[in-house]
Each structure stands twice: as C-alpha cells, then as structure tokens.
T-cell receptor, first 121, second 113 residues
C-alpha cells in the first residue's frame, strides 16, 4: 500500500524560532499534498493545498507568511512554521494524492502521514 | 461551501454488538466522495470505508457498512460485531472535485467489554 511519512514525528522548539516539517510519499508520486492541523480532541482542519512546482493555496484564516509550504518535488512537501509561538503548538498532518488524481485507479484515495506533534515553549 | 456534521460526540457499544454513527453533509456538487476515517490513539488516519456519490449501492467492508442517502445528504456508518480494537475517533469526511477533504468534528467510540 501507499505510504506517506512525516519527519520529525515530534519536535519541541523555543518561541521565536522556525521549524520545518517534511512530508514524503514513499512509493508513489504525488502531484498534490495537503496540510492539516489538529488541536487536541478536535477535528482536522485543512490549512493549505500544496502542488508540485507551484505556490500553495491557503485556506481562509491561515497565515501564509507564518506557514510556508514548499512542494519541491513529486515526493516531498515541506511545511515551515516561522517565528513559532506557543499557540502554534499542535498536531500537523499531511496527506498526498497519487499522480493521476481522481482519474487513476487509486485516484480517489488520499494517503495520510502519521503526523508531527509540535510543541513551542 | 461544503459542511460535514457529526451530531454524536461520543458513543458506547457493548463488545460484539452493532453501533451506528451518524453523519450529514451539505453540498451543491453532484460528484463527490464520502469517507469514514478512524483515528486511534496513535493518531494515524485510517480509511475505513468510502462511497462514491454516483453509486446507489451502499459500500461494505467486512464488518463496516454505510447507509448512504444522497437526497437526504446522510451517510451513516454501521459497525457490526464491535471489537475492542474498534475503539477510536471516527471522522466522517467529504471530498470534493478539487480533492480537498472536509472532516466532521468526529465521534469518539468506546467499546465496553
């Protein structure tokens, strides 16, 4: 089955610093990756859509200058939380859609990474 | 904009019994997918079952089945012969043509031994 990895699985950083989270599709190419944020005991909230080779599309209310997304290749998207503050502490999850989108045999499947727990002190 | 509503924050069921989780959604699209995801304590999202909107037949995956009522915009999940490993957070989700997934608030399912 298709696997999506995230690194690191958990990170602690000091307030004011930046932290980068990687999302990789291990055995398939992904034209589109999505980044979600999940607060404790809450649902997943879509933050942004990342397309390979183009700028990310952010959901309303998400600060694009704080959450920088780069989709440099068909297997890697990165989320950088800049000048992190304690309120940015959360669980960040990425997902990836295989190349071919909804027309592919697996096109309607979106594969989720295991998540990254960010704690800002 | 699409919305997904899960009105049951928590549910409990006796082991080996059957439980139904409710979900309603709102959309103006005619072509979409609906999903149920399970999130155990590890927080890894696990796909339980999917339903294509154009298919009238309800999806089934082993002990999991759905009742898809397109006109009513209802998409419930039935878990038969509940097992201790089914205890988790369950999210109903809507996927539109642009591949974005919108999740409901979730239902925490407890399995009573």
């Amino acid at each position: 089955g298709a696997v999506v990895s995230q690194h690191p699985s958990r990170v602690i950083c000091k307030s004011g610093t930046s932290v980068k989270i990687e999302c990789r599709s291990l055995d398939f190419q992904a034209t589109t990756m999505f980044w979600y944020r999940q607060f404790p005991k809450q649902s997943l909230m879509l933050m942004a859509t990342s397309n390979e080779g183009s700028k990310a599309t952010y959901e309303q209310g998400v600060e694009k200058d704080k959450f920088l997304i780069n989709h440099a290749s068909l297997t890697l998207s990165t989320l950088t939380v800049t000048s992190a503050h304690p309120e940015d502490s959360s669980f960040y999850i990425c997902s990836a859609t295989p190349l071919g989108g909804t027309s592919g045999a697996r096109g309607y499947e979106q594969y989720f990474g295991p998540g990254t727990r960010l704690t800002v002190t | 904009a699409q919305t997904v509503t899960q009105s049951q924050p928590e549910m409990s069921v006796q082991e080996a019994e059957t439980v139904t989780l409710s979900c309603t959604y709102d959309t103006s699209e005619s072509d979409y997918y609906l999903f149920w995801y399970k999130q155990p304590p590890s927080r890894q999202m696990i796909l339980v079952i999917r339903q294509e909107a154009y298919k009238q037949q309800n999806a089934t995956e082993n002990r999991f089945s759905v009742n898809f009522q397109k006109a009513a915009k209802s998409f419930s999940l039935k878990i038969s012969d509940s097992q201790l490993g089914d205890a988790a957070m369950y999210f109903c989700a809507y996927r539109s043509r642009d591949d974005k997934i919108i999740f409901g608030k979730g239902t925490r399912l407890h399995i009573l031994p």
